[in-house]
């Protein structure tokens, strides 16, 4: 099971980012798909779901407008749409399946300006 975030990076506040979560070694495509964060000094918190179509998605309502989780299971690849960034979204992100995997290296967001 490998799972790969890419696309974070240093952006302001109010700004936008494009993650993706490249996914291989299960059946993707068979598998709802989250993403986590995780701020510094604090513990992983979800964040998004998608389900295996991509009909369906869930936030916590604290995000609900601001972020949008899609996938594309031709490509194995869950992304996250965030926009209007806050620095309180600094964090490292990271996806995960359900039922969950091992976890990939994550890619760090900062948000400053």
């Known amino acids: 099971v490998q799972l790969v975030e890419s696309g974070g990076g240093l952006v302001q506040p109010g700004g936008s980012l494009r993650l993706s979560c490249a996914a291989s070694?299960?059946?993707?495509?068979?598998?709802?798909m989250n993403w986590y964060r995780q701020a510094p000094g604090k513990t992983r918190e979800w964040i998004a779901t998608?389900?295996?179509?991509?009909?369906?998605?869930y936030f916590p309502n604290s995000l609900k407008g601001r972020f949008t989780i899609t996938r594309d299971n031709a490509k194995n690849t869950v992304y996250l749409q965030m926009n209007s960034l806050k620095p309180e979204d600094t964090a490292v992100y990271y996806c995960?399946?359900?039922?969950?995997?091992?976890w990939g290296q994550g890619t760090q967001v900062t948000v400053s300006s």
């Open positions: 995960n399946a359900s039922p969950q995997r091992s």
């Open positions: 070694g299960f059946s993707f495509s068979r598998s709802a």
């Open positions: 998608i389900d295996i179509n991509g009909g369906s998605t």
